[in-house]
């Protein structure tokens, strides 16, 4: 089973309300946790607590009426997917929070289950890319923009000097400058080559093998073995972390990224991380938690942590966990993060068929 997801559900109409959770309820194979509220007030206070996935709303309510109500609730809440509930009297509002915003429109009267559950995981689908696209604007006229603009200035900088007689002093400075340019370059390059990782993350893997965890895990360690030296970390593995159906490069950028998070964020002054196999679903799903003894998560950033572009106190893209949240999507499992004694990512993923 998927993770749950919260809906928030706000709906003046009991009877309205009643038949949109009886079919939620018919749903096996994704868990919904709802929450009812019939005024505008009580929806715009529940989010600004931030608990809901996505937002099921109605137009007309006790306290708001028409498109009023849409942008009051989208202007709270703007990163939350609204899926509007219209009657046929209001579908042209409806049609108009779509194009201002709302990710989808119901018609009451000519909704079922199957409907309302796709409308659900597309709105949240949208939104998690209309995000994902406004944190790589930001990335690309931001961050990389730091970097072209001080390759532009000490190339000019070069050229001037350049232009004039050759002094000791004239060649220091060339050197420098150098040094400048080709550091700016390779931080771009990185940026670039984290933005590919992202976009390659989400696609089908072109061929599967059965992947041993294990091994994969020792590589990623290997790898990382100065930076576990230089901050002295301790690492503990479980001995059998089975076999996986996927992508050996998918298994690798799983682990070498959670891992690489928990080695650059822990600052305890013994430091310690754990990879360990939870064992398997019932429906065959795997899991795999890897945790540390750091300081956690802050609060503001748990529930953005997976959203590209995010960064944390160390700087950094903010694309690590990203790939991590995509990678596990096309195995259909998910990523969670809590804090418990530490930062701690648990993650689930199916064996991948062709």
Not at 31 to 53: P, Q
Not at 220 to 233: A, C, H, P, T
Not at 323 to 333: L, N
């Amino acid at each position: 089973m998927e993770k749950e997801i919260k809906i928030l559900l706000i709906e003046d109409n009991p009877a309205d309300a009643d038949l949109l959770q009886e079919y939620l309820g018919e749903v096996e194979e994704t868990a919904f946790s709802i929450t009812h509220v019939e005024t505008l007030a009580e929806g715009l206070e529940h989010l600004s607590l931030r608990e809901a996935d996505v937002v099921l709303l109605d137009l007309s309510l006790p306290d708001s009426r028409g498109f009023e109500t849409f942008t009051t609730a989208h202007a709270r809440a703007p990163r939350t997917p609204i899926i509007v509930l219209s009657g046929l009297s209001d579908e042209q509002l409806a049609v108009r929070a779509v194009q201002e915003g709302a990710q989808d429109y119901l018609v009451k009267g000519r909704v079922d289950s199957d409907l309302l559950v796709r409308a659900i995981h597309y709105g949240i689908e949208r939104q998690r890319m209309l995000v994902e696209l406004d944190g790589f604007a930001h990335t690309v006229s931001h961050d990389l923009k730091g970097p072209l603009t001080a390759i532009k200035v000490a190339s000019d900088t070069l050229l001037r000097l350049t232009s004039r007689p050759t002094t000791e002093t004239t060649c220091m400075d060339i050197d420098e400058i150098a040094v400048l340019i080709s550091r700016n370059v390779d931080k771009a390059s990185a940026l670039i080559k984290d933005i590919l990782s992202l976009a390659e993350a989400g696609q089908v893997p072109k061929e599967v093998s059965e992947v041993d965890v294990r091994q994969v895990v020792e590589r990623v360690l290997e790898e990382k073995s100065g930076d576990i030296r230089e901050k002295g970390v301790e690492v503990a593995v479980d001995e059998d972390l089975g076999h996986v159906i996927a992508s050996p490069t998918h298994i690798y950028q799983v682990f070498l990224n959670l891992i690489g998070n928990s080695i650059s964020h822990n600052d305890s002054p013994s430091p310690r991380i754990e990879v360990s196999c939870l064992g398997r679903d019932a429906d065959g799903r795997h899991r795999y938690q890897v945790s540390d003894n750091g300081p956690g998560i802050p609060p503001d950033m748990i529930d953005r942590i997976f959203i590209p572009f995010t960064s944390g106190r160390a700087g950094g893209t903010g694309i690590g966990l990203s790939i991590v949240d995509k990678i596990t999507r096309v195995y259909d499992g998910s990523v969670t993060a809590r804090n418990e004694g530490g930062a701690c990512f648990e993650f689930s993923m199916m064996d991948y068929r062709v």
